[in-house]
């Protein structure tokens, strides 16, 4: 999978010399590869080694995902998104963090749930006032792809009892059951300034279960 450009090279008495080395990604399985290049002098008495990895990865894609609060601003602060492998949860999952803007993560190709628990801020965006579950429990990821997870279309989620009631703390959260393996479940405990929950409407999974 290695070559070097030159088997041997002459270096001045105080200067350098450089080889190239290459790597043929059509060889080998994808894998960690390590090892060492090793030359010495003419006479012997000088051996350098260096060292030479690299990394082969299997086939996979740009996913990006970024997410729009329900007051039409980006999604922020505290918002995250749950990136799941829809077919084997053990082949594929990470929760990101839109604090800092779009996630670009690299994920095999493959059926993936991307849901968002995306957060409306006040104006001066310092506290979370409303808290909104949105986004595609089935995503088909074949090429590199960009997902926007939006909280506008969303409704309100109210506690409607026979009895006067004052809800003190609200769970929401979703459950990805995989259609081959395994299974994820993502929860918000929510209390005061968080008083407002919010959930959009998503299409009928094909794959597995979701709720």
Known sequence: MITISASSVTIPAGGTASVDVTVDTRLGAASLYGGALEAQSAD??????????????????????????????PARGISWIDIVNADDT???????????????VRVPPGTYSVMGMLFTYDEPQVFALEAAIAGDPEIEVNQDTTYVADAQPATE?????????EPKHWVIGTYRGAAELGSFESLLLAS???DRIFAAPTEQVTKGDFG
């Open 44 to 73: 012997g008495s000088v051996v350098v080694r260096v060292p030479v990895g690299f990394y082969k990865e299997d086939v996979r894609y740009n996913l990006t995902v970024d997410g729009i609060a329900r007051d039409g601003r």
């Open 90 to 104: 053990t082949q594929f999952t990470r929760t990101v963090g839109l604090g800092q803007g779009p996630v670009t």
């Open 157 to 165: 989620v109210v506690a409607n009892t026979a009895q006067p009631t």
């Open 192 to 194: 005061p300034p968080i």
